[in-house]
């Protein structure tokens, strides 16, 4: 089993700042991809980022990219995402992911077989 909690969320103003953080603890976290969602009232749960097991690889949403940052620290058991450049289109439930297969990174939600169980994100215009 792998338990991941999400913190750092809250609200911002457009153009702001925010990092998230996810703890990871269970299993060996080395051997996971890792990878943060998103979703809004209303939609469905969107793919953010993703990091392969040795951070070797990342990819993000067109949505983000550039203004988005992952990264993992293995000594800590910790996924995070930087977020700058904040919009209002930003808000909504950021949601940590591990995959128990695959090298990653992983865009897809369906692969991924742990949650955490949310941090909200508020962007204010």
């Known amino acids: 089993q792998v338990q991941l909690v999400e913190s750092g969320g809250g609200l911002v103003q457009a153009g702001g700042s925010l990092r998230l953080d996810c703890a990871a603890s269970g299993r060996t976290f080395s051997n996971y991809p890792m990878g943060w969602f998103r979703q809004a009232p209303g939609k469905e749960r969107e793919f953010v980022a993703a990091i392969s097991r040795t951070s070797s690889n990342t990819a993000y949403s067109v949505s983000v990219k550039g203004r988005f940052t992952i990264s993992r620290e293995y000594v800590k058991n910790t996924v995070s995402l930087q977020m700058s450049g904040l919009k209002p289109d930003d808000t909504g439930v950021y949601y940590c992911?591990?995959?128990?297969?695959?090298?990653?990174?992983?865009?897809?939600?369906?692969?991924?077989?742990?949650w955490g169980r949310g941090t909200q994100v508020t962007v204010s215009s």
């Open positions: 992911a591990a995959a128990t297969s695959g090298w990653g990174p992983i865009l897809t939600l369906s692969q991924y077989d742990y």
